[in-house]
């Protein structure tokens, strides 16, 4: 059995070509042989045409039923004494070449997206609400919001394994703006603890639940645009390797995601914050301005939320430069996500930083001032 749109060798009872993406007549009995094309015709170009009496199994057709879409005979060609692709092979030294002859034969948008689309194509049509119209190039109006549930759960690996990667790299960024910015407004512990960081989560899958399946439409349209421009014979192969869909795709954004979990708390120093006093493990009167007889509360969080040996240095800045003013070490459960403690504020008023280190790295940071009752004598 060969191909009826490109002409390569098919496994019996296929559904589709491997080669060109293009669905495959149903045969209706067994008695029909698969055959190679019978009866070429050699124009004058020295390229092969299927003659017009003959479908592409070499059947007559005048014997063939008239019981399909149109009464039109699937083994025959719609368009007679056309091109067909047709695949040669020269042999150059010990290496052979493929060729592949262009074909006359333009194909219609539904049957370029159906090529490009491959696996599923029937579950996109019904989506986007569009229908295969013989002899209509156009595929009519195409629908912005329909629900797709892969999109939904996976997103970034629904769009990867869709080869939407220009989609991905554009999540990739989104998120990367709003881990960046969370971090120099120091806000990053309180972000990824509090019901913000889901609601963000949540509101990027439904997006993409409900704008998946047109952003996929418009990829693929656009890839359609690119290869049908290109001056090649092998521009539908090559539409059809840019579509379809790729596990390693989906893989490798699974591996940044893996990737970023782990890393980020290496990249991002949490900070420290202030305050005048405690209550149920949180900081009450949250500033960063106190006088020389005030008790400073101050909080940081662990990377990963696993607690341990850590060491506290207090720095004062003087003239653009720090100096150690005092440390000390201390130790909590593996188990405590973060710590929240206390010290006497320095007596010398100025600006004081407060970095907490675990071995070598600092987690935390923060800085703090001291005033003269409250004024700032030291600006």
């Not at 060609?77 to 070449?97: A, R």
């Not at 539409?239 to 790729?246: D, E, R, Y």
């Amino acid at each position: 059995m060969f191909c009826f749109h490109c002409g390569h060798q098919l496994p019996k009872e296929a559904k589709f070509c491997p080669n060109c993406g293009i669905s495959q007549p149903i045969q209706k009995n067994n008695q029909e042989e698969d055959k190679p094309f019978n009866n070429p015709i050699e124009n004058d170009n020295g390229r092969e045409t299927v003659d017009s009496n003959t479908g592409l199994n070499g059947v007559d057709s005048s014997t063939q039923s008239a019981s399909h879409v149109g009464g039109q005979n699937p083994y025959q060609t719609p368009y007679p004494q056309q091109t067909i692709y047709s695949p040669i092979s020269e042999v150059q030294g010990q290496q052979q070449t493929n060729h592949y002859f262009s074909n006359s034969y333009i194909p219609t948008s539904f049957e370029l997206l159906q090529t490009f689309v491959g696996k599923n194509f029937h579950y996109f049509t019904r989506k986007w609400g569009i229908e295969q119209k013989v002899g209509d190039e156009q595929l009519g109006e195409v629908k912005k919001v329909s629900w797709n549930w892969a999109a939904f759960f996976l997103n970034v690996f629904w769009a990867g394994y869709r080869k939407m990667y220009g989609l991905v790299f554009l999540m990739v960024l989104f998120w990367l703006v709003i881990d960046l910015s969370i971090y120099f407004l120091g806000f990053g512990q309180w972000y990824y603890e509090s019901p913000y960081a889901n609601v963000v989560s949540l509101l990027t899958a439904i997006f993409m639940g409900l704008f998946g399946n047109y952003l996929y439409y418009l990829n693929a349209k656009k890839k359609i645009e690119k290869y049908r421009s290109q001056d090649s014979n092998y521009w539908i192969y090559q539409l059809k390797t840019k579509g379809s869909t790729s596990v390693v795709g989906a893989f490798l954004c699974l591996v940044y995601g893996v990737i970023n979990v782990f890393i980020q708390p290496f990249f991002i120093t949490e900070k420290v914050e202030f305050g005048h006093g405690e209550s149920g493990g949180y900081l009450v009167d949250v500033d960063d301005t106190f006088s020389v007889d005030d008790e400073i509360y101050f909080t940081f969080y662990f990377p990963f939320g696993i607690g341990g040996a850590y060491t506290i240095v207090i720095e004062q800045v003087e003239n653009d430069q720090s100096y150690i003013y005092d440390t000390w070490d201390d130790e909590v459960s593996a188990q405590w996500s973060g710590v929240i403690t206390s010290m006497w504020v320095p007596e010398e008023p100025g600006e004081y930083i407060v970095k907490v280190y675990m071995g070598d790295r600092v987690i935390a940071k923060g800085t703090f001032y001291i005033t003269f009752n409250g004024e700032n004598h030291y600006f």
